[in-house]
């Protein structure tokens, strides 16, 4: 339906011109009046007023002439008019009618439907309206975003509800900021003069604010508002009332690491390690890579996944005597950090020992056994004790002492003992371990030669 811009305005009394009497002829010999040869009628006040050049017409001159009517009781409210015929003269009368008109604006650019109001007359209101040119209605904008959300790292909003053009073929532009900054498109389309559907979607990456790979915020303060105003506009000039929304942006933060409480610990050897545990979170909830670093060496992960604890052994043997810095470094998936050094003093206090342990993996030829049987040749004055780790790969090793089935001499200072362990299933992860104790610390006892089978 087509739509048209009125205006509305009070009604106010009009006088228009109204024939009271004529024509009435005027035949004597000589008959003549004076008058002028135009006239106003003031429509707001009703008075006559002749105007123009000053005449006398006769019977033989036809152009009229205008006077006040001074004797019928109107004076100049009233008007009358001679003209000469050729053989009289005519004499009209007029007085006035009062009708109602067009008065002072009320109200300017109304838009409604053809036919709603007239097009230039009174209305059944009892105001009067002029149609003036074809109607524009802005643009009505639906948003169902919601306000004063907080967004994290990966988090979305999306922008998404309708516009409506009641005004068919009007092409819709709909659009949104941030901050103020640039006006970006979300959708156009021709209306049909239903509501059109829209929907965009942004994100927090790298601690900015995208629009897939675009950046319309960075730099993102913890805590501070951002507005999004949505808006749509018509091609006739017509704009929505905008929407706004505020939302707070959380930027990526680093991981959180804890290193537990290292105690210390004495009566050590190069063949031991120390243990550090501690604990890493994601504020994000992502996954964290946690690495150790001392010196120069390669750093080590320990752990790969959601936060949660983490423990790991370092060997005496890679800690130099003195002070080592034990570096721990937390990584997210954004590349944010947070690190941690623990100071570890390794002190060295050589004292001679009568017990030492040493150990061997084995290889079975068969890349696994569930039977062994070995033969320790030692000093007589040594003494000795065999264990065995008989596990899968990648399981924790698990030493049991292994049976000594018989020990007999060698030489006269030279013993060979033999020891077997057994297993329900062949194993792939085998790892002996001895134990020796030495007659006397100024002794030089020890093993001579191991040899076995594996079944």
């Known amino acids: ?19 009271l009497s004529g024509p009435r002829y005027i035949t004597r010999e000589g008959a003549n009046a004076a008058g002028r040869v135009s006239y106003f009628l003031d429509p707001d006040t009703g008075i006559y007023t002749p105007t123009g050049e000053q005449r006398t017409v006769g019977l033989h001159k036809s152009e009229p002439i205008y006077v006040n009517d001074q004797f019928g009781g109107l004076g100049n409210k009233g008007l009358i008019s001679y003209a000469g015929t050729g053989t009289s003269l005519v004499e009209f009368v007029y007085s006035t009618d009062i009708v109602k008109g067009r ?8 838009a409604a439907e053809d036919g709603s109001y007239p097009n230039d007359g009174m209305h059944t209101d009892g105001f009067w309206y002029v149609r003036g040119g074809l109607a524009n209605s802005n643009p009505i904008v639906t948003l169902n975003t919601s306000d004063n959300r907080t967004l994290y790292e990966n988090d979305t909003i999306s922008i998404d509800g309708s516009a409506n053009d009641i005004d068919a073929g009007n092409v819709i532009a709909v659009r949104y900021s941030l901050n103020g900054g640039t006006a970006r498109a979300i959708a156009t389309a021709i209306s049909a003069g239903v509501a059109i559907p829209f929907s965009k979607v942004l994100q927090v990456k790298n601690s900015k604010f995208m629009d897939g790979n675009t950046v319309l915020l960075e730099n993102l303060v913890e805590g501070q508002a951002n507005t999004l105003r949505v808006w749509a506009s018509d091609d006739q000039g017509g704009v929505s009332a905008e929407q706004i929304r505020t939302f707070y942006v959380t930027p990526n933060r680093p991981p959180s690491l804890v ?21 890493v979170t994601d504020p994000e909830g992502g996954n964290i890579v946690v690495k150790y670093q001392i010196g120069e060496v390669n750093p080590v992960q320990v752990h790969d996944g959601p936060g949660g604890t983490f423990t790991f052994d370092i060997p005496l043997t890679n800690l130099k005597d003195g002070e080592n810095s034990i570096i721990l470094l937390a990584t997210d998936s954004l590349n944010f950090t947070s690190q941690k050094t623990l100071k570890v003093n390794k002190a060295v206090s050589k004292t001679e020992l009568l017990q030492s342990v040493r150990r061997y993996k084995a290889l079975p030829p068969k890349g696994s056994a569930k039977n062994v049987i070995i033969w320790v040749q030692r000093d007589i004055n040594l003494s000795l004790t065999a264990e065995a780790s008989m596990v899968m790969k990648n399981e924790a090793e698990n030493f049991v002492e292994m049976t000594k089935t018989n020990s007999a001499p060698v030489t006269n200072t030279i013993m060979e003992d033999e020891f077997t362990i057994s297993s329900d299933v062949p194993k792939d992860d085998i790892v002996f371990q001895f134990n020796m104790t030495r007659s006397s610390i100024d002794s030089t006892e020890s093993i001579h030669l191991i040899s076995g089978g594996f079944e």
């Open 1 to 19: 339906m087509v739509r048209y811009l009125y205006s509305k305005y009070n009604l106010k009394d009009i006088h228009i011109e109204k024939l």
């Open 103 to 110: 008065g002072s604006l009320v109200q300017s650019n109304i």
């Open 259 to 279: 290193i537990d409480t290292f105690t210390q610990k004495v009566g050590l050897i190069d063949s031991d390690h120390i243990t550090i545990t501690g604990s």
